[in-house]
């Protein structure tokens, strides 16, 4: 796999050298290479990215906070293609990942190989409003998720996200829209999936994945699919809302987080099972440069605690139980800066010997060229149970062709 991906690259990047003196119209932000086909059969853009990142962080040790620890990240670094094949009504998006951020997690169930892969999915609008997806991308989770990390106004997503996120997934999904009215929008986003995430390659081990979403926007569509970029960029004239509840059912998980997480392997190399259900609670407000969002999550098991196979022994492994809640809302200033600020909560049940933790963020951001090219900086007061503080400063920027 990798030595293919090194072989695209040459070969696409030969291409580009034969076409380098000629002028193309595209600009910057809409992808390095737009291209269709003469007789209309497909089209493709190629739209690379990277995101590079420095963290320094203070921690307090009961007196007084230790010296700085300071690192540089490249956070993630992919390449994007998307498009059409034989009609705009069949699309397609592959995305893959080459930092280690992306790539990590393999396991004898993904073949032990680096999971390059983040979406490989085809879009068929078959009837009217209605798509059917297959292949492996984001499940209709939460909000904060959805959104593309290349679209966010602070350097990261929240710890909600981190803990309580579907991710993506492999298998089908179908969505619609329902127009009632003027501006009353419905849509419905329900998906059927393996289970275990991304890249699995050893079949399904539990039993599958059913997720089901529905967003209300009682103000009529954001514009240019502002529900699901953060910040206020095209300064929405009117008042926009998005409202929206996840239901995910694993049944028979075989992870500490419904599909993410850890395998619960027991000693006698079978795994624990036990279905598990998160839901998700949302909204998204724009209007005037001031951006809403927030999220609720909860996530609960039947048996929570993996017992060891015709015993009585706990195996060591625990489903990570718990609530969630994050609010942020930002304001875009003149020339395109924008201050933002969050509040996140985890609140995890006992069993799990998770410390609960709670995170406060302030944020500047300025877009150069929107989402595109930006620079962006925060400062995160972190403490967990009310006793370890930790203190991060981070800064960073967006390249996104």
Not at 158 to 185: T, Y
Request: charged share 25%; glycine share 8%; net charge negative.
């Amino acid at each position: 796999m990798k030595n293919a991906i090194y072989a695209f690259i040459a070969c696409l990047l030969f291409t580009l050298n034969l076409h380098s003196q000629e002028i193309s119209d595209t600009k910057f932000g809409k992808g390095l290479i737009n291209f269709t086909a003469k007789d209309s059969s497909f089209s493709v853009k190629f739209a690379p990215r990277i995101q590079f990142r420095s963290y320094t962080s203070w921690n307090y040790d009961g007196e007084s906070y230790e010296s700085p620890e300071q690192s540089f990240l490249i956070r993630r670094a992919r390449l994007k293609f998307d498009g059409w094949a034989l009609t705009p009504k069949l699309e397609y998006k592959i995305e893959l990942g080459l930092s280690n951020n992306d790539i990590g997690g393999a396991n004898v169930f993904t073949n032990n190989a680096p999971r390059y892969i983040l979406d490989a999915v085809l879009k068929w609008n078959f009837h009217e409003n209605f798509e059917l997806w297959a292949g492996q991308t984001k499940l209709p989770g939460n909000v904060e998720r959805v959104i593309s990390s290349g679209n966010l106004q602070l350097i990261d997503r929240s710890i909600l996200n981190s803990r309580f996120n579907l991710d993506r997934d492999i298998g089908l999904q179908l969505h619609h829209k329902i127009n009632l009215g003027e501006n009353f929008v419905i849509k419905e986003k329900f998906a059927l999936s393996q289970g275990e995430g991304r890249n699995i390659s050893t079949g399904n081990i539990g039993g599958l994945k059913y997720t089901g979403r529905l967003e209300f926007l009682p103000l009529g569509e954001f514009t240019k699919g502002g529900d699901y970029s953060q910040a206020d960029l095209v300064n929405e004239e009117s008042p926009k809302l998005m409202m929206g509840v996840v239901y995910d059912f694993n049944d028979d998980a075989v992870k500490t987080r419904s599909s993410q997480g850890s395998y619960m392997i027991l000693d006698d190399g079978s795994f624990y099972q036990t279905d598990i259900t998160t839901f998700f609670a949302d909204a998204v407000f724009k209007y005037k440069g001031l951006s809403i969002m927030t999220e609720y999550a909860n996530r609960t098991a039947k048996d929570p605690v993996a017992m060891q196979t015709g015993e009585s022994d706990p195996a060591g492994f625990v489903v990570l139980e718990g609530n969630a809640f994050n609010f942020q809302a930002g304001y875009m200033l003149g020339n395109n800066y924008e201050i933002a600020a969050r509040y996140t909560t985890n609140d995890y049940e006992e069993i799990s010997s998770r410390p609960d933790a709670e995170v406060y963020t302030l944020g500047a951001s300025k877009y150069v060229v929107g989402h595109k090219l930006k620079i962006q900086a925060d400062l995160n007061y972190a403490k967990e149970n009310n006793l370890n503080d930790e203190i991060v400063f981070r800064f960073g920027f967006d390249f996104h062709f």
